[in-house]
C-alpha cells in the first residue's frame, strides 16, 4: 500500500461518518433541500478559496512573471482551475461552479441572501473575519470558513493541499443524487440546474480532479513520514469540520426551522 491509500484508510471513518450521515434521510422534499443547499452553498465558496490558495502559491500570478519552483503542482492546479472556475455551464457559455450552485439555488426558489451578502461585504473591502461575523449564518458555518482561512493564511502548503484534497465535494454520496432526482421529478423540474452541478463536479472530480489532486499531496509530502502526518492531521480537522457542519444542518432540517443559515 503506497502512502496517499494509506492515508485514505486511516482517513475512512470521517470519510463514512459524512457518506453515510444521516442528514440525507433528513432531506425529503423541497424546504429541507433548500435548508441544506443555504449552508452548502458556503462549503462550495469555501473549497473555490483553498484552490485559489493553491493556485497563489504554486503558480506564476505575480507580475513581473518568474519562472515557478514546482512546475508538477503548477500544472494540476491550473488544470483544476479551469475546470471549477470556468466549466461548461450547459447552456453553451462558461461558469464557475459556484456560478452553478448559485444559480442552481435562484432556479429552486432558495433564498441566497446569506451567501451574497458575504461576498457583497468582501467586494466593499471588508476583511474576512468582520465579514463574516457580520452576517446572520450558523456557529458551524462561520466556524468552518474561519478554519479554512485560518490555513489560508498561516497554514503551510501541505496542509492547504490536504484540506482541499480530502475535504471536497466528492463527499456528497450517490443516494444524494437520487434524492435530488426524485425531488426534481416531484417538483416539474425545478432541481435541473442543481442536477447539472452535481453532474459536472461528479465527473470532473471522479475523472480528472480527485486523482490530480492525489498526485499533488504525493509530490509534495514524498517519502517524508512528518510531511505525511501532517496532511493527515489537516485533512482530519477539514472532515470534522464537515461533519460539525452535516449535524448542524441536520438539526435544522429536522426541526424544519425556518429557511436561514
Same mark, same amino acid.
Given at each position: 500500500? @503506497? ?28 424546504? #429541507? ?44 492546479? @491550473? ?6 472556475? *470556468? ?38 473591502? *471588508? ?19 474561519? *478554519? ?14 490536504? #484540506? ?70 489537516? #485533512? ?7 461533519? @460539525? ?11 424544519? *426551522?425556518?429557511?436561514?443559515?
Amino acid at each position: 500500500m @503506497n502512502q496517499i491509500d494509506s492515508l485514505k484508510q486511516n482517513l475512512g471513518p470521517y470519510r463514512r461518518q459524512l457518506i453515510e450521515h444521516p442528514l440525507y434521510d433528513a432531506i425529503g422534499n423541497l424546504t #429541507a433541500l433548500r435548508i441544506f443547499m443555504q449552508h452548502h452553498v458556503f462549503a462550495v465558496w469555501d473549497f473555490m478559496s483553498l484552490l485559489k490558495a493553491l493556485q497563489q502559491r504554486f503558480t506564476g500570478l505575480q507580475t513581473p512573471w518568474l519562472p515557478v519552483h514546482n512546475k508538477l503542482a503548477c500544472r494540476l492546479i @491550473n488544470e483544476i482551475v479551469l475546470g471549477e472556475e *470556468s466549466d461548461e455551464d450547459g447552456t453553451g457559455e462558461y461558469a464557475s461552479h459556484f456560478d452553478l450552485y448559485h444559480q442552481a439555488m435562484q432556479t429552486c426558489g432558495c433564498e441566497t441572501f446569506h451567501i451574497d451578502q458575504l461576498i457583497e461585504r468582501l467586494r466593499n473591502g *471588508s476583511d474576512l473575519e468582520s465579514a463574516v461575523s457580520g452576517i446572520d449564518i450558523s456557529p458551524a458555518t462561520k466556524q468552518f470558513i474561519m *478554519s479554512t482561512f485560518a490555513w489560508i493564511q498561516q497554514g503551510s502548503d501541505i496542509e492547504i493541499a490536504a #484540506a482541499f484534497t480530502f475535504g471536497r465535494e466528492d463527499l456528497l454520496p450517490d443516494v444524494f443524487r437520487k434524492i435530488v432526482g426524485q425531488i426534481d421529478r416531484e417538483e416539474s423540474g425545478q432541481l435541473q440546474p442543481f442536477l447539472y452541478y452535481l453532474d459536472r463536479h461528479i465527473e470532473l472530480d471522479e475523472d480528472r480532479h480527485g486523482p490530480m489532486a492525489d498526485r499533488l499531496m504525493a509530490d509534495l509530502c514524498g517519502d517524508d513520514p512528518e510531511s505525511w502526518k501532517l496532511a493527515e492531521q489537516a #485533512a482530519i480537522r477539514a472532515l470534522q469540520l464537515r461533519i @460539525n457542519l452535516w449535524d448542524e444542518i441536520t438539526a435544522k432540517v429536522v426541526t424544519r *426551522s425556518p429557511a436561514s443559515c
